[in-house]
Every structure is written in structure tokens, then in C-alpha cells.
């Protein structure tokens, strides 16, 4: 059994993704669920409207599922700093995510806390630093089916496809900084 990263910046596309993998008959964890759960959320941190987090703790309360047989997949904008064996990093153009933050009545400083960050590939780098294999899939246009398929190619053996660096946002830098 395996736990799989679903990760990107808030508004990429996990939760339509996690949608998409249960209905194919997976077994998808919802991080920020299963941290009330377990009560492990941390202090608020009030200025930037999050809660902290015990990656060490949620990491041990993550032990229920590795003894699911196949794929399990772990949904969230923390799922690549868990143990796990592959992270998925899902992208989105910056001037569509803001509006997907802004459909979800985010702040305008919290959409562009957040566009900065996809714009910079805050998520794919931290993903990066790690030694565990990295695949990085545009979900701007696509459908949340067509994401999935390219997970299943990947975790199928085509590790090569969806490589990072294959998304580049750098030339929208100017708009957001």
C-alpha cells in the first residue's frame, strides 16, 4: 500500500480531483477533515486565517491507512510535507485560480497570498525538496476525469510524464508582485 500526495495551492483543483479518485473507487483521506478528527489542528494563526499544524503527530495518526490495501491518496494544500510515496502537485494558471478564490469569497489579500504562491511554486518546490518522486499536472483547463488519468498513468509506471518544471507561471510575475 502506498499514500499518495494530492497537493497544490488552494483552488488547483484537489477537492474535484479527490472527487474524481473516489468515484473510481479509491480511498481518499481528506487531511483537513481527519485533523479535527484527531483534534491535532494547532493555534489559529489569525492574520493569515490558518491553523498551525504537528506535521510529526498527523503523520502518526496517518498510520490507520497504511495498512489499506492499494493506492491510498491524502487530499490537501499539507499532503506533501506527509510521508507518503508520491506527490501529485496539481497547478493552475494564476489569473484562473483567482478567480476560483474569489468565487469562494476569499479576501483579496488572501487570493493574492495565495496566487503569489502558485505563481512562485511554493507547493512543487517544498514537494522537490523531498526525496520522494514528484509529478506536477495543469488542472486550468481539464477536467477533474482528465487530472485522474494522468495519476493513473503515473502510478501505472509512466513516472516520466507530468514532470516538474513542466508548468511555468513565471511570465505572469509582474501582475501578482
Known amino acids: 500500500m502506498s499514500l499518495i500526495a494530492i497537493t497544490g495551492t488552494p483552488g488547483t483543483g484537489k477537492t474535484s480531483v479527490s472527487a ?10 481528506d ?21 498551525n499544524v504537528d506535521m510529526e503527530a498527523l503523520n502518526e495518526s496517518l498510520e490507520e491507512y497504511r495498512s489499506i490495501p ?3 491518496f491524502l487530499d490537501s494544500h499539507l499532503a506533501h510535507e506527509c510521508d507518503c510515496s508520491r506527490i501529485i ?15 469562494r469569497a476569499y479576501s483579496e489579500a488572501k487570493v493574492r497570498e495565495n496566487v503569489q504562491a502558485e505563481v512562485l511554486d511554493v ?6 525538496d523531498s526525496d520522494i518522486p514528484v509529478n506536477e499536472i495543469d488542472c ?11 495519476i493513473e498513468r503515473i ?23
Not at 474524481?20 to 483521506?29: A, K, P, S
Not at 509512466?158 to 505572469?172: K, M, N
Open 20 to 29: 474524481e479518485l473516489r468515484g473510481r473507487g479509491y480511498t481518499v483521506i
Open 31 to 51: 487531511i483537513n477533515e481527519h485533523l479535527r478528527k484527531h483534534n491535532l489542528l494547532g493555534e489559529k494563526d489569525v492574520p493569515r486565517d490558518t491553523y
Open 70 to 72: 492499494g493506492n491510498v
Open 89 to 103: 502537485v496539481l497547478r493552475c494558471k494564476p489569473s484562473i485560480l483567482a478567480e476560483r478564490l474569489r468565487a
Open 123 to 128: 507547493i512543487l518546490c517544498e514537494a522537490t
Open 140 to 150: 486550468t483547463e481539464g477536467t477533474p476525469s482528465d487530472a485522474v488519468d494522468f
Open 155 to 177: 502510478l501505472n509506471g509512466e513516472t516520466e510524464i507530468c514532470l516538474p518544471g513542466s508548468v511555468d507561471w513565471s511570465g505572469e510575475l509582474e501582475e501578482w508582485f
